[in-house]
């Protein structure tokens, strides 16, 4: 038997505003609010609402045996339900459906485990009272930004509750091992390791309309048969990827809800395959063998590593900065500046930063709203030198009172 565990990252950053030097001390808004609203409308219409639909009949056509889980982030849950409140509708009728489940991750989409374990818990116990508040679940398993992960990491969730944790199937971890079982992680027992599948993941991520690929043209039979030669070979294959893969990076016209439709259907004609969530993996499956993750990995480029984040000056710079902030930010115990933070930690403002080359740096290239990673570097340390003295301002007046 194996079971597939779907996974969809939603998320959707706070862009930030062309902010020049003259603004510097006059604390205008910084994010680019109309920007924003029109990206959050473009990708409902041209995935979210669709996908969702397609999932809905998957679950009601199969009677209830397709499943799938979810991770979204808690700003993008703030631009729903501003601008696109059908959507949160529609993942509270898919969550209603019992066969979805929500995982928890940092509200803000943040790097803050590497910078602060404080706010990193209070950023996911915020994560968790929305997600709560929303769709009325409590998650059970967490999925780190960026699947940013580590033995550190996953002792760190273990104490905070959480029975499972997702991380990227790296080979230089894996070696020989398949990532289609789960794990324990080093010195670990009270939580499981799901593992990406990340070449399965990535023929739909990014290679579905690649048309030099080989494999070109990927049709529903021929990815359910890779599935199905799992089997034997593995109990779980970890398909994770992000949500807006279907209708955003890769679009209708490309036949990519179509492939949605049928894929799982093409899945359930082997008898021993089915779909599980990852807590019903969790429950089903031993931990095969204990992973040493020593340092961090990540889903992003052929490292797996954090050079997508912290692989320059500037990045490294920018995020020092930001946390340096944390202890003038939180004495002013101002709720709108608490927040203001925490939306600049965002890991995208870094990303778009990066440096990187070759062929990682065609995918950083695309996904970059500006002109240069300098441009997005002197952008964002502008808004970094106002918010430092609009912090810094309440903080003393707090501290005054």
């Known amino acids: 038997m194996v079971s597939v565990c779907f996974y969809f990252q939603v998320h959707q950053p706070m862009r930030l505003r062309n902010y020049s030097v003259f603004e510097i001390g006059h604390h205008n808004n910084y994010f680019n609010e109309q920007k924003n609203e029109a990206i959050i409308k473009k990708v409902a219409k041209k995935c979210y609402i669709p996908a969702n639909k397609i999932v809905l009949d998957l679950i009601n056509k199969t009677d209830g045996r397709f499943k799938a889980a979810y991770s979204m982030t808690g700003i993008v849950l703030e631009q729903f339900e501003r601008h696109a409140p059908e959507v949160v509708d529609s993942f509270r009728q898919l969550v209603d459906t019992g066969c979805v489940e929500m995982l928890d991750e940092t509200y803000h989409h943040t790097l803050s485990f590497l910078y602060s374990k404080d706010d990193f818990r209070e950023q996911v116990q915020m994560h968790n009272k929305k997600i709560r508040k929303m769709f009325n679940f409590k998650p059970k398993v967490f999925r780190n930004t960026e699947l940013i992960y580590s033995n550190e990491i996953a002792g760190f969730v273990e104490k905070m509750g959480y029975k499972g944790i997702i991380a990227e199937g790296a080979d230089h971890i894996l ?11 080093s010195g670990l027992n009270g939580i499981k390791l799901l593992l990406k599948n990340y070449r399965l993941s990535d023929d739909i991520a990014f290679r579905f309309s690649e048309k030099s690929w080989k494999e070109f043209p990927l049709t529903a039979e021929k990815y359910a048969d890779w599935v199905s030669q799992v089997n034997g070979n593995g109990n779980v294959v970890n398909l994770f990827m992000d949500y807006e893969t279907f209708g955003e990076h890769q679009w209708e016209d490309k036949g990519i809800f179509e492939f949605l439709k049928h894929m799982p259907h093409e899945i359930f004609k082997h008898p021993d395959n089915d779909f599980v969530t990852p807590s019903e993996a969790i429950r089903r499956y031993n931990a095969v063998a204990e992973l040493d993750f020593p340092s961090f990995v990540s889903w992003a480029d052929v490292e797996r590593d954090m050079s997508a984040w912290l692989g ?3 990045q490294q710079e920018a995020l020092r900065d930001i946390y340096l902030l944390e202890t003038a930010v939180k004495l002013s115990r101002n709720p709108a500046l608490i927040d203001e933070w925490r939306k600049l930690q965002t890991s995208d403002h870094f990303y778009y930063m990066c440096t990187k080359w070759f ?6 290239k695309y996904f970059n709203p500006y002109d240069s990673p300098y441009e997005a570097f002197i952008s964002y340390m502008n808004i970094l030198n106002d918010f430092r003295i609009k912090a810094n301002r309440l903080s003393e007046i707090k501290v005054g009172e």
């Open 175 to 185: 070696q020989w091992r398949s990532p289609n079982f789960l794990y324990k992680p």
């Open 312 to 314: 320059n000056k500037m």
């Open 359 to 364: 062929n990682d740096g065609d995918v950083h």
